[in-house]
């Protein structure tokens, strides 16, 4: 009798999955419970990492598949198309984050990484805007070269020293914090100022060791309660991080209040001057000000800046010269294209992007292999969406899978090649690389992280000839099941005034 129980409620529960499976994009059959969870690690343990098992999921099943986490339905999309087709034209209907539970907890209702709805909208209006205030597009040039050279005044003083220069990942590191820190709190790191930088580096990399598809998507309970050391990891992690970066806006709020800062409002020195000046009018309207402009906001505001600006432009730009000592050839091309646009009489501008073809390829083939989100952030749709012929129900955590895209042989042929070329052959492959992602919940430091790019590895080929020191690849991935790409970061340059 328990038996036949046994076989008739099987038999109900494999109709039921038949029935939701149907109108689904194609996939692996998901068992109940745990969905396709146990296909998902077979094939990242079989395949060494998650994007090749993203990758062999996209060869069985098309650009567009579904993988239930659990009882969760996952829509992945591997190609531009499909992506512009969901997340541009359908973009209204996606345009929410599915939000880790842990780090929506950290987060508390407030900044743009992590949150949805109204205040997101205002928020990231808000940084748009504040970015252009302070010069974001051309602008942002004056931060950036001034911070290039102050590294470079460094490098040369080492290569006086010795004829040349180490570099390590350092250089990236602080090249990058300098102008984050610089356009939010107004201060680079220089000499003096150094550790403090590498404080807040161990803070970041201490929370990238959580940051992966498990620790990102389980309830907080169920954390707490079964991984309580990896529960204190993430949260410690994230606090601490979230109190460093943010100290600087708290004191400045404090000074405020005791009249000991001013803030002249036709020419606010940084971030923080913008939003407190915003906070101070909405303050002022009393009832019907804005509440999204709180100190508290303003903290979860540079904590997600830091967070989302850091780590991702310091890996592409090291990913970058790995690459790029790796094949010389694609050096000397870069550096014949400079001579031409600069004459070799001036540092190399933004304003000359139009004229280095080759130099805007190779960042694309960089950015391609770079990849930085090994699994992209889901989005939930609020309305069915058709896409390619299926009905995406309401609730469903659809995605972009940038890294699974970026190595798509049917886009990019041999994806493993690095080959800058292949955007020239074909010009329409530069739209279909989109590691900043698309649609409304795009990066919104796109545009910062551009300038960084072109301007620091232009000027830096057209100041040094750039050598391996020693074993310099990327093939060893640190965390292969992370969300993030954290390559091995121990390779060393040898840089040599041209
Ligand atoms: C090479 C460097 C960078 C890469 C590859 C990158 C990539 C990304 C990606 C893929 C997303 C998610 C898009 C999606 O959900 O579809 C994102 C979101 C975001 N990025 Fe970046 N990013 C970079 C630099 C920056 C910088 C410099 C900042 C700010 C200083 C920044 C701030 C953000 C923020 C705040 C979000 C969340 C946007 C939202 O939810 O509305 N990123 N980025």
């Known amino acids: 009798m328990i038996f036949l129980i046994l076989i008739a409620v099987t038999i109900i529960i494999l109709f039921n999955q038949f029935r939701k499976v149907k109108h689904l994009p194609p996939g692996p059959f998901p068992l109940p419970l745990i969905g396709n969870i ?60 599915q939000l880790s539970p842990i780090l929506k907890k950290v987060s508390d209702g407030h900044g743009i990484q992590f949150n949805n709805g109204e205040e997101w909208a205002e928020l990231r209006r808000f940084t748009l805007l504040a970015f252009r205030k302070l010069g974001v597009g051309n602008g942002l040039e004056g931060i950036v070269m001034e911070e290039l050279n102050g590294r470079c005044s460094e490098l040369n003083s080492e290569i006086s020293l010795n004829g040349k220069a180490i570099v390590t990942v350092e250089l990236f590191d602080l090249t990058v914090g300098s102008v984050i820190n610089t356009l939010l709190v107004g201060k680079r790191f220089d000499e003096n100022t150094k550790s403090d930088f590498l404080i807040i580096k161990r803070l970041f990399d201490a929370s990238a060791e959580t ?19 990896r529960y204190k990891m993430t949260w410690e992690s994230r606090q601490n991080f979230l109190s460093h970066v943010s100290r600087e806006a708290e004191e400045r709020l404090e000074r405020m209040k005791t009249g000991n800062y001013e803030i002249d409002k036709n020419d606010p020195r940084d971030f923080v001057d913008v939003f407190l000046l915003k906070m101070q009018e909405e303050k002022g309207k009393g009832e019907s000000g804005n509440p999204s402009y709180s100190i508290e906001s303003l903290k979860i505001l540079l904590y997600d800046l830091w967070l989302a600006g850091q780590g991702t432009t310091s890996t592409t730009l090291y990913a970058g010269f790995v690459k790029l000592v790796q094949h010389p050839e694609v050096i000397l091309k870069i550096r014949e294209e400079l001579a031409k646009v600069t004459q070799n009489a001036r540092d190399l501008s933004l304003q000359d992007r139009r004229n280095t073809p080759y130099l805007n390829a190779t960042i694309a083939e960089i950015q391609r292999h770079a990849s930085i989100l090994n699994v992209n952030f889901w989005r939930l749709n609020h309305e069915t969406i058709d896409l390619q012929g299926y009905q995406i129900e309401p609730g469903t955590w659809i995605s972009a899978q940038l890294g699974a895209l970026h190595v798509n042989e049917e886009l990019f042929e041999n994806p493993k090649k690095f080959d ?30 551009r300038t960084e790019l072109y301007l620091v590895i232009g000027n830096i080929l057209l100041r040094y000839d750039v050598k391996a020191h020693g074993p310099c690849d990327l093939e060893e991935d640190e965390f292969p099941f992370s969300s993030a790409k954290l390559p091995d970061i121990s390779g060393k340059f040898e840089f040599v005034k041209l």
């Open 38 to 97: 146990h296909q998902l690690a077979y094939q990242a343990w079989r395949h060494k990492g998650i994007v090749a098992a993203l990758s062999y999921f996209r060869r069985k099943y098309g650009n567009v598949y579904t993988l239930w986490l659990g009882p969760v339905v996952t829509v992945s999309i591997t190609d531009y198309e499909i992506s512009h087709e969901a997340f541009v034209k359908n973009g209204r209907k996606c345009i929410d984050r």
């Open 211 to 229: 940051f992966n598809l498990f620790d990102l998507s389980v309830p907080v309970w169920f954390l707490k309660t079964f991984l309580p050391r």
């Open 420 to 449: 800058p070329e292949r955007f020239l052959r074909n010009e329409k492959l530069l739209q279909q690389i989109i590691p900043f992602g698309i649609g409304k919940r795009s990066c919104v430091g796109e545009q910062i992280a």
